[in-house]
């Protein structure tokens, strides 16, 4: 049936990013959208997961005003699913804060970056991991921006995040090397 249709594209769409196969990875998320939109309209979760990765492949090509078209698109449909703040949004405006980053938009990103980080700790505050890289890239951010005193508290924040990360592999003294601080 068309829902199983559906996830087989979802999953191939997956499986082709995971591979580096990314055309065939775009096309897969296109079909599974466009059975997914026919059969659940926007509000459904899967639909939003493969806009989010078409928006990820499109970034990581470089394709900044794509990715950001995307991603605006995501954090719409995101809110409407999970409603305004949660860790999907926050994932949501992490993404609208590089691209508008990537395209030289500082204080959009700034704004964006903040907001995200402000409901990450909020909703997933466990998450250490991700918490400690949305520093990090505020810290690249401030860097770039120009506004020194900023850019070493969110270094440290970001290294306080990953120093709590059970899952690295890492000590603290491996942390400096997590940060860019050569950006």
Same mark, same amino acid.
């Given at each position: 049936?068309?829902?199983?249709?559906? =996830?087989?594209?979802?999953?191939?769409? /997956?499986?082709? %990013?995971m591979e580096g196969n990314l055309d065939s990875a775009l096309n897969a998320y296109g079909s599974a959208i466009a059975i997914r939109q026919r059969l659940f309209g926007e509000k459904d979760e899967i639909y939003y997961k493969c806009f989010a990765n078409s928006g990820n492949i499109y970034f990581s090509r470089g394709n900044y005003r794509k990715s950001l078209e995307i991603y605006t698109k995501s954090y719409e449909l995101s809110k409407k699913l999970f409603g305004n703040e949660n860790a999907s949004v926050s994932?949501?405006? /992490? !993404? #609208?804060?590089?691209?508008?980053e990537a395209l030289g938009d500082f204080e959009k990103a700034l704004n964006y970056q903040l907001s995200s980080i402000r409901m990450k700790e909020k909703y997933n505050s466990t998450n250490f991991l991700s918490i400690g890289q949305s520093y990090n890239n505020l810290a690249v #951010? %401030? !860097?770039? =921006?120009?506004?020194?005193?900023l850019v070493e508290a969110a270094y440290k924040a970001a290294s306080m995040y990953f120093s709590k990360d059970q899952? #690295?592999?890492y000590g603290a003294d491996h942390f400096a090397s997590l940060c860019n601080l050569s950006e």
């Open positions: 049936d068309d829902s199983k249709r559906s =996830m087989y594209f979802y999953c191939k769409g /997956n499986l082709s %990013y994932k949501d405006l /992490n !993404n #609208l804060a590089i691209s508008y #951010l %401030y !860097n770039k =921006m120009g506004r020194m005193t899952t #690295l592999e």
